[in-house]
């Protein structure tokens, strides 16, 4: 069994986390999206002045799992509205992923309770988050930890549109895992 732990990230982090990113989105996303479409996106979405910015502004808190590796997975959440009825004040979860080969090792669970935890002392009712309706084991995830759909939104990727399901979890009474 692997061993890992998770941390803050931070402005240090920014090239190691925007690399994972890109890997992971890569991964999570090849199936649904043309090579060009791809690119274009990992283009577009992962520049390192986006990431250095996220990470130096107090509103946005990443998580990253770690082992010896190096990163292995990341999670991150802001304070913002839901496009959907939520409990206010919300918090997003705007990127959870980990490595495909590190699927079932714990890394996961741990960023979400970071995540959750992290929501909850910045005194969120909710969490809410967006999710391709494609990917049966990130729905499935979510749902296992109390999320529940409340919309379904097209969303643009680089021209190709991609269904996504909105989904929310009331952090009163949260129970984690």
């Known amino acids: 069994m692997r061993t890992f732990h998770v941390r803050r990230g931070g402005p240090p982090d920014a090239d190691p ?5 890109m890997g992971t989105f890569a991964e999570a ?14 283009d577009q979405r992962f520049s390192d002045a ?5 990470l130096a ?15 292995q997975g990341y999670g991150v959440i802001h304070r913002g509205e839901a496009p959907v009825a939520a409990a206010a004040p919300a918090f997003e979860l705007s990127r959870l992923y980990v490595r495909a080969d590190h699927h079932g090792a714990g890394l996961g669970p741990a960023l979400m309770e ?10 969120g009712r909710s969490l809410w988050l967006q999710v391709w309706v494609e990917n049966p084991r990130a729905r499935a995830f979510y749902r ?7 919309a379904r939104e097209a969303m643009a990727v680089a021209g190709v549109v991609l269904e996504h399901e909105v989904m929310v979890k009331d952090l009163e009474g949260a129970e984690l895992g």
């Open 50 to 54: 986006r990431f250095r910015g996220e």
């Open 57 to 71: 502004d107090e509103a946005f808190v990443y998580f990253v799992a770690e082992d010896r590796e190096g990163f």
């Open 29 to 42: 996303f090849r199936d649904g999206l043309p090579p060009q479409a791809l690119q274009a996106v990992l």
């Open 17 to 21: 986390i925007r690399r994972l990113a």
């Open 144 to 150: 296992r930890w109390g999320f529940e759909a409340r």
């Open 114 to 123: 970071a995540c959750i935890m992290e929501a909850i002392a910045r005194e």
